[in-house]
């Protein structure tokens, strides 16, 4: 930049004691530091380190009513949001539990089976709606028969049912399925979503818009109403607790707390890569190499001056 002010000629009488080969070391070593000091913001990782970790918990399977009238709104949102809120944050403070799900109306089908991959356990439960199944009706029955046979029975673990629903089952014949997962030592928790009076079934278009109520053959609204009879009775027949939903509650919550209390079983070992961070390779070498740019003075010693004399001579 002073070249620009003044002619090289005039640099050695304005600054007399101006060294040009030390500006240059200072300068090139604060180059290499900043090239060093991005190498070591990139994070470098070398090598692998493998740890074989235990797997241990319980397994637990949701069954999730999901019926045109789980869309009843005496449960803000609506019976069917509330419970899908309850089931992500359940699924968020979850540690080595499995977690599958099956979601049922006049059939039930396995949204996704037992696993400890919960990103993709919160993924596929935002894709439930009422639409996810065809036949209408609840078969709560064949809901807790497919979870039986979708438990991994070779493996002996504690196992535990969820089911969440308004409790109008319309296929009955439960308690046969009930003695089958006592028998197995399944637990079966019931919470119930709805209002014992009933409510009725708001029909929407396709943006959202309400555009009346379900209604029967008759042309009568229907209401819906929450059967606590029948859910008090599964839970009791599979030991196991009953929940009344409401708005302000996170009965899943409770439920779970239920459940921690239950021995954890190792189901099995994952093996997980690690690599080792080697940043402070690049960033050691940084920090002192601007520890000791800043000790040099810009100012000519006499070796320089007597080497840059020796230069102007042979010049």
């Known amino acids: 930049m002073l070249i620009n002010f003044a002619g090289e000629k005039l640099h050695k009488v304005l600054f007399p004691l101006r060294s040009r080969l030390k500006n240059l070391i200072k300068f090139s070593l604060t180059l290499i530091s900043i090239v060093l000091v991005v190498l070591a913001l990139a994070n470098p990782q070398i090598g692998t380190k493998i740890e074989e970790v235990k797997q241990v918990g319980i397994d637990v399977f949701i069954l999730l009513d ?13 019976r069917l949001d509330k419970a899908k809120h309850e089931i992500s944050k359940l699924v968020q403070r979850l540690q080595g539990d499995r977690i599958g799900l099956i979601v049922f109306s006049g059939e039930a089908y396995v949204q ?32 807790i028969n497919l979870a039986l046979t979708s438990f991994k029975g070779e493996e002996e673990t504690k196992k535990a049912i969820i089911i969440i ?17 006592v028998e197995k030592g399944i637990a079966i928790y019931a919470i119930g979503l709805g209002s014992p009076s009933g409510v009725p079934i708001p029909i929407r278009n396709a943006a959202g818009v309400q555009t009346g109520y ?3 053959n008759m042309g009568n609204t229907v209401l819906t109403k929450l059967d606590e009879a029948t859910l008090e009775t599964i839970a009791d027949l599979g030991n196991g607790r009953y929940y009344r939903g409401s708005n302000t509650e996170d009965e899943l919550d409770a439920v779970y707390n239920d459940l921690s209390t ?4 190792e189901f099995g070992a994952t ?45």
């Open 214 to 216: 379900k209604k029967d």
């Open 112 to 143: 996704f089976p037992l696993t400890t991959d919960y990103s993709a356990a919160n993924l596929f439960l935002s894709a439930v709606d009422v639409t996810s199944v065809p036949q209408p009706g609840t078969a709560i029955g064949a809901a």
């Open 262 to 265: 239950i021995e954890k079983t």
């Open 271 to 315: 093996k997980i890569s690690d690599y080792e961070d080697r940043y402070y390779y690049f960033l050691i070498p940084a920090v002192l190499i601007l520890f000791v740019e800043f000790f040099i003075s810009s100012k000519k010693s006499k070796i320089i001056m007597k080497f840059e004399n020796s230069l102007e001579k042979k010049v």
């Open 66 to 78: 999901v019926s045109l009238s789980m869309k009843a709104e005496d449960i803000k949102p609506s």
């Open 165 to 181: 629903t308004d409790g109008e089952d319309h296929e009955g014949e439960l308690e046969s399925v009930i003695n089958d997962a």
